[in-house]
């Protein structure tokens, strides 16, 4: 195990990333709700670059009291990212897939060191 | 626990990927992939890739040989002749999913070398990055040509598009391959298309785009069939989507159309193909479907022989069951689904994909697979993996495998 200094905190504005590489091992960082959280660059789709793609927020279907449609919305608040590859989307805060909560991506620990950000690698 | 030896050193930074990244950086990961699995060893043909014409479409204008057509063309596209006369559908423009997978929208990104014709310098990246040893080629806004209102556009538009790969693209790398269009809705002109571009290097076969509203078992197509059939080459049969039709019309989300369109084509298509004896009449003909994915063919190979039993005498030039036709029938691999592994081993069964299944990437489209995603698969022996990956292309297009593979596995 070894911790990789990534950056200092105010290096990432919310809702911001950095996508890391030493040895062969990519992370991405995220600031989302003022949490710092780190993932593996992998998506367990096929493998590809996920935390390289787009960050996005969450859509919802509105729907009236009746159960009508009011169509597609973004959710306020809500942060995803998206792999480039394919459009897996998953959401930033838990890593999971967000239509399949059985997929997720593997999670990194991150350590606050005095304002500087590391992430603990194997 | 370690701290790293220089702690406030950032290490490398990777971009975000963009609609402008480079193909090698948006599958780097393809190559790691390569390099863990030794695919490298492995001879490796894609059949079927989309780095084409979008781009290029004023230079493929330039081989339209009826003049009045050629010069109207350009009137097109503010004088450019970008998209002149294509009947493009709106569902091409959302392979993108809304912008979240931006090589769907098609490549963007600059030209690496600038001395050969952007498809190769595209198709190149793409080779090197994931492995391959041969990429077959198929035309994007040709895809819809079989629909076109004005028929003989299919005619002309084809001819060019044929020539402008054969004469312009394919003699710059003899790693890209070619299956050219046949202009279907008229019987004649397509067996013109045979004659005329049989033989020439490059081309491994021909193709008919699914989307389109004709019996294939139609009289007038035995010509066609009969003068493929001589020439060893193989026949692909290549989806597409139709959002237009009295079904898909219906479907309110992309993904739905998407996801029966594709198939319900070549549905029709296979069923035609098999309950009027057309694997009969042309014994020797190789017939390919692409694009489908494979997860029709288990429900069509149980359904047909179901009701074929009961109704033998609506199919009386079979001599065997409909499955045993498709397992004898080539089939492209992607989009491999794979939700219910159970459901896509038993699949390959149905098909015999040990010797019938081709690798496809279907690059850069939305819904791509790498070659790693075949190599995975769990039911999978390596000799299996080396036939679909590339022996059974090698088999079907009488390519030559490289001595370098044949000592492997």
């Known amino acids: ?122 | 626990m370690a701290q790293d030896a220089s702690p406030k050193k950032p290490p490398a930074e990777l971009p975000i990927i963009t609609a402008r990244t480079d193909s090698r950086d948006l599958l780097a990961k393809a190559r790691q992939q390569a390099i863990q699995r030794g695919l490298d060893k492995y001879f490796i043909v894609d059949v079927d890739a989309h780095i084409g014409e979008g781009s290029c479409w004023p230079d493929v204008l330039k081989y339209i040989e009826n003049p009045a057509t050629r010069e109207a063309a350009f009137s097109f596209g503010d004088g450019t002749g970008q998209n002149a006369f294509l009947n493009d559908t709106p569902g091409l423009q959302w392979q993108s999913a809304h912008g979240r997978i931006t090589h769907g929208a098609g490549l963007k990104e600059p030209a690496t070398d600038k001395t050969v014709p952007r498809p190769v310098d595209l198709s190149r990246k793409c080779m090197d990055m994931l492995g391959l040893d041969a990429q077959v080629f198929f035309p994007n806004g040709l895809l819809f040509l079989g629909m076109h209102p004005v028929p003989e556009m299919e005619i002309e538009l084809s001819l060019a598009y044929n020539r402008w790969i054969v004469e312009e693209i394919l003699p710059h790398e003899p790693r890209m391959k070619a299956m050219l269009y046949l202009p279907f809705n008229t019987p004649a002109a397509a067996e013109e298309t045979v004659k005329r571009f049989r033989g020439a290097k490059g081309v491994v076969g021909f193709l008919i785009t699914s989307t389109r509203h004709i019996p294939v078992h139609s009289n007038q197509y035995m010509r066609l069939y009969s003068m493929l059939e001589e020439s060893g080459l193989p026949l692909g049969f290549h989806a597409h989507h139709n959002w237009h039709s009295d079904y898909t019309r219906q479907l309110n989300r992309f993904l739905s159309m998407h996801a029966l369109s594709f198939t319900f084509s070549n549905m029709v298509h296979l069923t035609n193909w098999v309950i009027n004896g057309l694997p009969e009449r042309f014994p020797k003909l190789k017939v390919m479907w692409i694009e489908s994915g494979l997860a029709w063919l288990a429900f069509l190979a149980q359904r047909l022989d179901n009701e074929y039993l009961m109704r033998v005498s609506e199919a009386p030039l079979l001599k065997k069951l409909p499955s045993d036709y498709i397992r004898e029938m080539y089939y492209t691999l992607q989009p491999l689904e794979t939700s219910n592994m159970k459901l896509t081993e038993a699949t390959f069964d149905v098909i015999k994909a040990d010797t019938q299944l081709l690798y496809a990437s279907d690059w850069p489209h939305w819904d791509f697979d790498v070659p790693a995603r075949l190599f995975d698969l769990p039911f999978l022996d390596d000799n299996a993996r080396r036939n679909i990956l590339g022996l059974n292309a090698a088999k079907v297009f009488g390519m030559e495998v490289p001595a370098k593979y044949r000592n492997e596995g």
Request: glycine share 14%.
């Open chain 1, 1 to 122: 195990m070894k911790e990789l200094f990534v950056c200092n905190e105010g290096d990432i504005a919310e809702g911001g990333r950095k996508v890391v590489a030493e040895d062969g091992v990519e992370i991405g960082v995220f600031r989302v709700g003022g949490a710092i959280v780190a993932w593996r660059n992998h998506c367990p789709h096929q493998g590809g670059p996920v935390c390289q793609g787009r960050t996005m927020k969450r859509v919802e279907e509105r729907l009236t009291d009746s159960k009508q449609s009011l169509g597609i919305h973004y959710v306020e608040g809500s942060l995803n990212v998206v792999c480039p590859w394919h459009g897996y989307e998953f959401d930033v805060r838990t890593g999971r897939h967000v239509g399949h909560d059985a997929m997720k991506l593997a999670s990194v620990a991150v350590k606050n060191r005095d304002g500087a950000i590391y992430v603990v690698v194997s």
